[in-house]
């Protein structure tokens, strides 16, 4: 049943809604402002119409006042007549009956709970045989260097504990007698690496490592941006209305993610007035270097010429919504994809609506491992972030352990984590 059907009927029992003209006014749910719905055209003035070009729930909502009103009108005017009362309450009931119906996702409960129970346990054992891809640099003149596997090591766990980096030591002395680690590092040493720039992109080829054991699995991928907020503020004169003004920074994580493990393939970090539309392509390159990639979705931040090319040379097909002024004028491949939008909005959105998929990851990630960094420094933010994400793909990768019974090898290909020397 769909969703936008159900909060439709439940729109039209909540309210009173009434017509003015031919015109009726909803109400919207999450604001005071009120949406103008013309049944008889089948429009309506909300941001999910303008979308979709489709039914949404304030429509359903007028549709269904309509028929109770109906239904009222005739048990009225045949209150005598037992059959059309009984026909009346048994429509009534049946629009109730099919509004209210949910739509519910099988969970293999069996798998998900092995994987939560067993998700402490395994994560550092993944965790370790993806620091084995980590080159040690050689060592210079000074001090010797702590392991730089080891370092990684600690700082992701760290992460994944959400504790602070001194409390997270009373912890890592288990991993040395494991073995994982060949001594426990010092708080400030870990505090130390993250702000190195080098570990970047160590950072990033083990996400997309981590990714590649459910190269089977995915074949739709999406893609977006979020932010996370850090404990700096910017600071400004408000010469408008003579005040003082604040706003708290933050970074912005821009990935793409698989749509049915939601495994994060690709990630780039940024800073918080970097456009989402510049990152498609090199998101989607990282992700075609270990995946088949079949479609790509995206919200229309994502519009562009460029991007549309780089998705189509990838192999797949670029699900990406037009804007509401945009015509089909423009090259081959623009006029080609227009014209499948606008006469096959249905195909399309069935395919598009994966997209949101990319939201669940962002609220997996910051609703397990906090949407706030605790690192200061611009380089450090950036790479906590990344050991965020990378937090994230072990979890995932324990959940298909036990769901898709899959047994991850990681580097197999030869391929190491490259770094500049620290």
């Not at 989607?284 to 780089?310: H, I, P």
């Not at 690192?375 to 965020?388: D, F, G, R, W, Y």
């Amino acid at each position: 049943m769909d969703t936008r059907k159900e909060r439709g009927w439940l729109l039209a029992e909540r309210h009173s809604l009434k017509p003015a003209g031919r015109l009726w006014f909803v109400p919207s749910e999450s604001s005071g402002e009120r949406y103008r719905v013309d049944p008889a055209a089948g429009i309506c003035s909300c941001p999910d119409f303008e979308l979709r070009q489709m039914r949404c729930k304030h429509l359903w909502a007028v549709e269904f006042t309509i028929r109770r009103e109906t239904s009222r009108s005739e048990d009225t005017a045949y209150t005598a007549d037992a059959t059309s009362v009984t026909v009346a309450h048994t429509v009534t009931e049946t629009i109730r009956t099919v509004a209210t119906a949910r739509v519910t996702y099988r969970q293999d409960w069996p798998a998900y709970n092995a994987a939560q129970t067993n998700e402490a346990r395994r994560l550092p054992e993944l965790l370790h045989a993806l620091c084995q891809g980590i080159v040690q640099p050689p060592q210079g003149r000074g001090r010797p260097r702590l392991p730089l596997a080891d370092v990684v090591f600690c700082a992701v766990l760290k992460v994944y504990s959400t504790v602070s980096g001194r409390r997270a030591v009373g912890d890592l002395g288990e991993f040395q007698a494991k073995g994982y680690i060949a001594r426990v590092p010092h708080y400030n040493s870990t505090f130390n690496y993250l702000e190195n720039p080098a570990l970047t992109p160590i950072l990033k080829a083990m996400i997309e490592e981590s990714a590649s054991p459910l190269k089977s699995a995915e074949s739709q991928f999406a893609v977006d941006a979020s932010g996370f907020a850090t404990s700096r503020f910017d600071r400004w004169y408000d010469a408008k209305y003579g005040k003082e003004r604040s706003a708290r920074r933050w970074v912005k994580a821009h990935l793409m993610c698989g749509t049915r493990t939601h495994v994060v393939t690709s990630v780039e970090i940024t800073d918080s007035a970097a456009n989402d539309s510049p990152y498609l392509p090199p998101l989607l390159k990282a992700t075609s270097e270990r995946f088949q990639v079949g479609e790509v979705s995206a919200d229309k931040a994502y519009l562009g010429n460029r991007n549309l090319e780089a998705v189509v040379a990838a192999g797949a097909i670029p699900y990406i919504p037009f804007k509401l002024n945009t015509t089909g004028d423009g090259p081959e491949l623009w006029r080609r994809l227009y014209h499948f939008y606008m006469f096959n909005r249905e195909t399309f959105f069935e395919h598009y609506h994966r997209r949101s998929n990319v939201e669940t990851v962002f609220s997996m990630i910051k609703g397990k491992f906090g949407d706030a960094v605790r690192s200061k420094t611009p380089i450090a933010q950036v790479n906590e972030v990344l050991c965020k994400v990378l937090c994230h793909n072990l979890c995932v990768l324990i959940q298909s352990i036990y769901e898709l019974g899959i047994e991850p090898t990681f580097w197999a290909d030869g391929t190491v984590a490259q770094q500049r020397p620290v």
